[in-house]
């Protein structure tokens, strides 16, 4: 059974750094492209980030763009996102999710992916 599981949310202040992991069981990781969305009180699921299967491409939001770097090790079966620069709006329910995709290959919108994690809580304070 396929099972994804984030950690390394919680309360930082405006300004600081966090690191997101996204631990992946149940099938060959590499074959799956990965992404992070998050969805704040109110708002819609948004997308954040994305790697493709390799880990040689990426994606970002404009919102994180310079602020957030997304890996993977594949041999761990381990996503992550680096936060750094937190920002107050940064605040949200943080989820990431496993996507079939051809090498080479992000993933952006949701409804191309298949499996979603339980989701971390950020909260970031000013």
């Known amino acids: 059974q396929v099972q994804l599981v984030e950690s390394g949310g919680g309360l930082v202040q405006a300004g600081g750094p966090l690191r997101l992991s996204c631990a992946a069981s149940?099938?060959?990781?590499?074959?799956?492209?990965m992404g992070w969305f998050r969805q704040a009180p109110g708002k819609e699921r948004e997308f954040v980030a994305a790697i493709s299967r390799g880990g040689a491409r990426s994606s970002y939001a404009d919102s994180v763009k310079g602020r957030f770097t997304i890996s993977r090790d594949n041999a761990q079966s381990t996503a992550y996102l680096q936060m750094n620069s937190l920002k107050p709006e940064d605040t949200a329910v943080y989820y990431c999710?496993?996507?079939?995709?051809?090498?080479?290959?992000?993933?952006?919108?949701?409804?191309?992916?298949?499996?979603w994690g339980q989701g971390t809580q950020v909260t970031v304070s000013s």
């Open positions: 149940g099938r060959t990781v590499s074959s799956y492209a």
């Open positions: 999710a496993e996507a079939q995709a051809p090498l080479g290959i992000v993933r952006r919108t949701i409804a191309e992916y298949d499996y």
